[in-house]
C-alpha cells in the first residue's frame, strides 16, 4: 500500500511517499527556518502562508522523487495535529482535497505519536510491546507507555517548556540564531558540563513530570551574573545546561523502567539528533535497549507520519472528511 504523507503542524512542510508503513520511497522537507530566523522563533502566521505557497510543489516533488503519479496513491495520511492551527489547516485541507479528488481513503495521524513511530520504522527486529517511549521536540517532553501502536497511558510530561523549547531559549539568550538546539550542542562540545550547577526541575505532584523553566531562569542568571561573557563563558554555560536537561530525562526515564519493568524504550522528536542525548543515554543506561530514530526521521518529516498512516488505517479505518479537523493540543 502507497502512503503519501503530509506534514505541516510548525515550520517545516512535508511529504513522504512509503509502503506498507515502513519503505520510504521519497522524503521531501521544505524547513522555514531562512523565514523565522530573524525572529527568534516560529511566527504562526507567517509560517502558515509560506506552507500554502510551498505545499504543493513539496508534494509534487514527493511524488517525482518516488518515480510515481498521484493516481498510483493508496491511502493519504496527514498530520491533524498537535501544533499550530495556520499550519495544520494547510496540511489537513491539503489532505482532503486530494482525497476528495481522487477518491482515495484519508487518514490522521498524530505528529506527537508518529514522532515515536519513526524509531521503529526500517527496524529488522521489532520490539515487542508494551515499551516505554520517550518524545523530546521543539512542543513536547513526554514519558508514554506504549502498550501497542495507537494504546498510550501517559506517565510524564512537562509543566512549562517542552526540552527543544528550553534549547531554543537558551540559545536566544546568549545570541545564537533560531532554532537553538543545535547550536547549543555545538557550543556544549568544548564547555566544562559542571561549571555552572545547573539542575532541572522537579515537580511534587508527579515525579516524571518535568520542568525547564526555573532551568531557564538559572541560565538567564548566571547571564546577568557574569562579568565577561566570552567564548567560554558561553561554551561551559551550554555545556552545564546541556548536562542538566540530559540527566533529567534519563533520570526520569530510569524511574519509569523501575515502575512499569519495560527496558525497552522508543526515542522520538527533533532532541533526539543531539549527540550528546545519544550517548548519554547509551552509556548512563546500558540495561534499557534505546531505540532512536534515524537522524533524518528524528525532526519534523512526513516519512514517519505516512508510516504511521499506514497501521492507524489497518486498525481503524480511515478518517471520515468530516470529522477530521485540525487539532492544536491532543492528549495522550
Ligand atoms: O521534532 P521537531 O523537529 O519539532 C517539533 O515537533 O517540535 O523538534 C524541533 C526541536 C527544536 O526545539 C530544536 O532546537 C530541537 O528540536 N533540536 C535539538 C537538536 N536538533 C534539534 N535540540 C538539541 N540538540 C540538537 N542537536
Ligand atoms: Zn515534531
Given at each position: ?273 543531539n549527540r550528546a542525548l545519544r550517548k548519554h543515554f547509551m552509556e548512563e543506561a546500558p540495561d534499557i535497549l534505546t531505540i532512536f530514530p534515524k537522524p533524518e526521521l528524528s525532526l519534523d518529516n512526513a516519512s514517519m507520519i505516512a508510516g504511521l498512516g499506514f497501521h492507524v488505517f489497518q486498525e481503524k479505518g480511515p478518517s471520515s472528511l468530516l470529522d477530521l479537523q485540525a487539532t492544536t493540543r491532543i492528549p495522550f
Amino acid at each position: 500500500m502507497y502512503v503519501l504523507g503530509i506534514e505541516s503542524t510548525c515550520d517545516e512542510t512535508a511529504a513522504s511517499i512509503v509502503a506498507d508503513g515502513e519503505k520510504i520511497l521519497s522524503q521531501v522537507v521544505s524547513s522555514q527556518i531562512d523565514l523565522h530566523n530573524i525572529y527568534g522563533g516560529v511566527v504562526p502566521e507567517l509560517a502558515c502562508r509560506r506552507h500554502m505557497e510551498v505545499i504543493i510543489p513539496v508534494i509534487d516533488k514527493a511524488l517525482f522523487e518516488a518515480n510515481m503519479t498521484m493516481d498510483e496513491i493508496d491511502l493519504f495520511a496527514v498530520s491533524y495535529g498537535p501544533g499550530l492551527v495556520g499550519p495544520l489547516l494547510v496540511g489537513v485541507n491539503t489532505a482532503k482535497g486530494l482525497a476528495i479528488a481522487k477518491s482515495k481513503p484519508l487518514v490522521g495521524v498524530n505528529h506527537v505519536e508518529a514522532h515515536l513511530y519513526a524509531a521503529l520504522m526500517g527496524l529488522h527486529k521489532k520490539p515487542s510491546f508494551p515499551v516505554l517511549g520517550m518524545v523530546v521536540s521543539g512542543g513536547h517532553t513526554a514519558i508514554v507507555l506504549v502498550k501497542k501502536l495507537g494504546s498510550y497511558e501517559l506517565i510524564g510530561t512537562t509543566v512549562d517548556d517542552a526540552a527543544g523549547e528550553a534549547f531554543d531559549k537558551v540559545a536566544k539568550l546568549l545570541g545564537l540564531p533560531y532554532p537553538g538546539g543545535p547550536q547549543v550542542e555545538a557550543l556544549a562540545v568544548d564547555g566544562n558540563p559542571k561549571r555552572f550547577p545547573l539542575k532541572g526541575g522537579h515537580c511534587k505532584n508527579n515525579p516524571f513530570n518535568f520542568s525547564f523553566s526555573g532551568l531557564k531562569t538559572a541560565v538567564m542568571h548566571a547571564m546577568q551574573n557574569a562579568p565577561f561573557k566570552d567564548d567560554t563563558f558561553k561554551k561551559d554555560l551550554c555545556a552545564s545546561f546541556q548536562r542538566a536537561v540530559l540527566e533529567d530525562l534519563l533520570e526520569k526515564v530510569k524511574k519509569a523502567q523501575s515502575i512499569t519493568g519495560c527496558s525497552t524504550l522508543l526515542m522520538g522528536g527533533g532532541v533526539t539528533n543531539n549527540r550528546a542525548l545519544r550517548k548519554h543515554f547509551m552509556e548512563e543506561a546500558p540495561d534499557i535497549l534505546t531505540i532512536f530514530p534515524k537522524p533524518e526521521l528524528s525532526l519534523d518529516n512526513a516519512s514517519m507520519i505516512a508510516g504511521l498512516g499506514f497501521h492507524v488505517f489497518q486498525e481503524k479505518g480511515p478518517s471520515s472528511l468530516l470529522d477530521l479537523q485540525a487539532t492544536t493540543r491532543i492528549p495522550f
